[in-house]
């Protein structure tokens, strides 16, 4: 009887303990790290709603329901939970852009001043949430035309290169500060802030063109434009396809399960049936005494 029976039942409840975390501190700590991990999720996931609220009323002009939502956003964003999401210097640049927001909304600065940063915390808090479909990755192309424009533009050979190269670099400048903060908190920090340099030197060629003469600078400003714009793709490149020797995980959902947890929930029902049969066994033949016929 107790091997039929007893042992099976008896395996049935430890196995079911174990599986509900009620067996040794396996099972505390991961309820635990699971309760933790959750909430973490789900504070990310509120951030992310609060950051696209922020975006529609801004761009909706809707002033009063934007600072609002910005105090909402600014509580999130000093979270250091949330925080455990992305790297460092992406939450420093949106902390950065929260408090440009707070202060351009609190001083009655026109649209203009403050949507640009709007928009840079909605892409970076986009990045950690949707990391293989984010609203910046479409940027990659935006980036690379960018490029072909200022290229085109330097050769067009009409004696309005410069000016016509330096509106180019401009667009290309307000396309890249965009993503600034999404790239960094997707852990591209050292390839964007290489790209940010790499147009901050463009201008500076162009400006010296621009004040000692076109023709005079010419031969080496060839040169340098070209090298500039090469390393420009390249970085491009870069960002892009995550070869910067840095990886950040933007996001991890909440897991959905131990295989400890499985292994003992399977375990348990092995046993129950195990139990089941044994039992009907018993009230069959007891003891293992056939009946006389």
Known sequence: MFTRILLPFLSTI??????????????????????????RFDKLMKLDTIAESLYTASYSHNRQAAYSHLLTLKRYLEDEIIQQYGAEDGWRLMI????????????????????????RIRLAVDAMVRPDRALWLPYEQLLRDDV??????????????????????????????????AANIAGHQLRMRELMERIQYGRRILVAMEKQGAEKLRPISNQE??????????????????????????????????????IFM???MISAVLTLVGWRKYRTRPYGIKPIA
């Open 96 to 119: 950065a852009d929260a408090d440009k927001v707070e202060r351009a909304l609190t001083d009655g600065q026109p649209d203009m001043n403050w949507l640009e940063q709007v928009t």
């Open 225 to 262: 434009v070209e090298r500039t714009l090469a390393t420009m793709d390249n970085v491009i490149s870069a960002i892009y396809s995550g070869d910067d020797g840095m990886s950040y995980p933007a996001i991890a959902s909440p897991e959905q399960g131990k295989p400890l947890r499985w």
């Open 148 to 181: 072909s424009s200022i290229r085109q533009a330097w050769h067009r050979g009409d004696g309005s290169e410069g000016p016509a190269a330096a509106a180019m670099l401009h667009r290309m400048h307000v396309h890249a500060n965009r993503i600034e903060a």
């Open 14 to 39: 430890i196995l079911a303990l174990g599986a509900t975390g009620m067996l040794g501190s396996y099972g505390a700590s991961d309820i635990s790290v699971h309760a933790v991990r959750d909430a």
């Open 266 to 268: 399977i375990g348990t």
